[in-house]
């Protein structure tokens, strides 16, 4: 089993700010805990144009395997955010 490689903006409605139909930045922070990682991306997601994902470890068990429900409202793989992902 081939993961299809997706274009950056494929689902994305064509009315979405171009920011979000551009390739993104990845930006990662890792951290012991309690090592002021939250905080961190608090503070950078004030800014309209930061998503932060919280831990990505857990989104292959929970999200895909379980089809936990995105904040969207929608089970993970059916997401546009995180849909093309897979």
Same mark, same amino acid.
């Given at each position: 089993?081939?993961? %299809?490689?997706?274009?950056?903006? +494929?689902?994305? %409605?064509?009315?979405?700010? %171009?920011? =979000?139909?551009?390739?993104?930045? &990845?930006? &990662?922070?890792?951290g012991?805990?309690?090592?002021?990682?939250?905080?961190?991306? =608090?503070?950078?997601?004030?800014?309209?144009? &930061? &998503?932060? +994902?919280?831990?990505? /470890?857990?989104?292959?068990?929970?999200? +895909? !395997?379980?089809? !936990?429900?995105?904040? /969207?409202?929608?089970? +993970?793989?059916? /997401?546009q955010?995180?849909?093309p /992902?897979?």
């Amino acid at each position: 089993m081939t993961r %299809q490689r997706h274009e950056p903006g +494929v689902g994305l %409605q064509a009315n979405a700010p %171009q920011f =979000m139909r551009e390739k993104p930045d &990845v930006l &990662v922070f890792t951290g012991a805990g309690r090592s002021g990682t939250t905080i961190l991306e =608090m503070l950078l997601t004030t800014r309209y144009w &930061v &998503v932060a +994902v919280g831990e990505l /470890c857990w989104l292959w068990k929970s999200g +895909v !395997s379980e089809r !936990s429900i995105c904040t /969207c409202s929608r089970p +993970v793989p059916d /997401c546009q955010f995180w849909g093309p /992902c897979w």
